[in-house]
C-alpha cells in the first residue's frame, strides 16, 4: 500500500507537468508558417504577442484569425484539440492518483487486521 502511493504521487507531479505544458501550449499557440504584412513566409508562433487572456482578439475565442498559419494545414485546430485533450485528461489522472494515494494512506494507517 505505501509503493501505491508512492506511485500515485510521482504519477500526480507528471500529471501535473503535462497540464501546465498543455496550457503553455494552448496560450502560445501554434508554431507555423505565417506572413506578417507583405513579407515572405516564415516560421514562428503569430498569436504569442497577442496574449490578451480570453478576450475577443485571442485566437482562441477568433476562429477568423486562424488563416494567418498558412502551413501546415489545419494546425491551429491540431493545436487545440491536442492540448485540449491533454489538459482533460491530465485533470482527470490528477483526480484519480489523488484518491489512489487516499485509499493508499487509509490502507496503510489502518490495514487489514484479520481476527483469527
Known amino acids: 500500500m505505501c509503493l501505491s502511493v508512492l506511485f500515485a504521487f510521482v504519477s500526480i507531479l507528471g500529471a501535473t507537468y503535462c497540464f501546465g505544458i498543455s496550457t503553455l ?7 507555423c508558417r505565417h ?13 504569442q504577442n497577442n496574449l490578451t487572456g480570453f478576450s475577443s482578439d485571442s485566437y482562441l ?8 498559419c498558412r502551413e501546415p494545414k ?16 491530465s485533470a482527470i489522472e490528477v483526480l484519480l492518483c489523488f484518491m489512489q494515494m487516499i485509499n493508499g494512506l ?11
Open 106 to 116: 487509509v490502507g496503510c494507517i489502518c490495514g487489514t487486521h484479520s481476527h483469527r
Open 35 to 47: 506572413s506578417q504584412g507583405h513579407q515572405d513566409l516564415k516560421w514562428g508562433r503569430p498569436f
Open 74 to 89: 489545419n494546425i491551429v485546430a491540431f493545436n487545440l484539440m491536442l492540448f485540449s485533450v491533454q489538459l482533460g485528461s
Open 61 to 68: 475565442v477568433n476562429q477568423a484569425v486562424w488563416d494567418q
Open 25 to 31: 501550449g494552448l496560450i502560445y499557440g501554434p508554431l
